[in-house]
């Protein structure tokens, strides 16, 4: 329970999440609109939002592409999902997970009045565990939120076989936290592909699935 706490409260610090009167960027005329049914939404979060973290720069590290499928880990309201699920659209789907259901209530209502909620899948996970599927992933993202984990290492072992062969892992934290999110991953057999330090303060590590820890890989030329 203290970490399921813990966790939702620091994703409201870290911007992934914001309070009830959650707000969204609207990409069509419907994005000052209110669900009769559900949360309200607005526009203002979601431009504070965008000038203060700037996701534009990750998208662009992150090199998303139409048809993708991507994990929003600990997603929140939708502030930066909304992003991802523009990038991959059409055809592309993204399933963001919190541990809170309330707030991914307010990611719907978000996701809804962009024009994406076929694109976005609001996925409710235990703290410890990622629930996504085996083989199913061209990229896992963990926006600022690895280092509310208990065990990163155990975490990303886990999460590990949900990427397809050619899927990556993308952790997006700011620089006080990367040396242990670059060791935990390092430990789990990601091997780095790219680093972006575009973003003030943070960095972007972009990581493919290399040979399990232990089992070193087999020469080439040998039967």
């Not at 990409?27 to 559900?38: P, Q, T, Y």
């Amino acid at each position: 329970m203290r970490c399921l706490v813990a966790l939702a409260l620091v994703l409201v610090a870290c911007g992934k999440s914001d309070p009830p009167a959650a707000a969204v960027s609207g990409s069509g005329e419907a994005g000052n609109a209110a669900k009769a049914d559900g949360p309200e939404v607005a526009t203002d979060d979601q431009s504070r939002f965008d000038q203060e973290r700037q996701p534009e720069i990750l998208m662009r590290a992150l090199g998303l592409k139409p048809g993708m499928t991507v994990a929003d880990v600990g997603a929140g309201t939708g502030l930066l999902t909304v992003h991802i699920a523009r990038a991959v659209f059409p055809g592309g789907h993204v399933v963001a997970t919190d541990i809170n259901p309330s707030v991914l209530e307010y990611l719907g209502a978000r996701m809804e009045a962009a024009g994406f909620d076929t694109v976005v899948e609001p996925r409710v996970v235990q703290p410890a565990e990622p629930g996504l599927e085996a083989d199913h992933y061209d990229l896992i993202l963990l926006s600022q939120v690895d280092h509310y984990f208990d065990d990163r290492v155990a975490w990303l072992t886990k999460a590990a076989p949900a990427l397809k062969a050619t899927g990556r892992l993308a952790i997006n934290n700011r620089m006080q936290h990367r040396a242990a999110a670059m060791a935990a991953a390092s430990s789990v057999g990601f091997q780095l592909v790219t680093e972006v330090n575009d973003l003030p303060g943070q960095f972007v590590a972009i990581f493919q699935r290399g040979p399990a820890p232990g089992h070193a890989p087999t020469p080439k030329g040998t039967p």
